[in-house]
């Protein structure tokens, strides 16, 4: 049970950093793509 738990907090921990990863993608991209977008 303890292993399970362990795969459990595991995989939420990756769902967690993979999230976190497409947000700060998401926002280097607006950043990048405003002055193109004459927005800046």
């Known amino acids: ?5 362990s795969d459990i907090v595991w995989l939420v ?4 950093t993979l999230a976190g990863a497409c947000r700060g993608a998401n926002t280097l991209l607006n950043y990048l793509a405003a002055p193109a977008a004459g927005s800046r």
């Open 1 to 5: 049970m303890a292993a399970l738990t």
């Open 13 to 16: 921990e990756q769902d967690i």
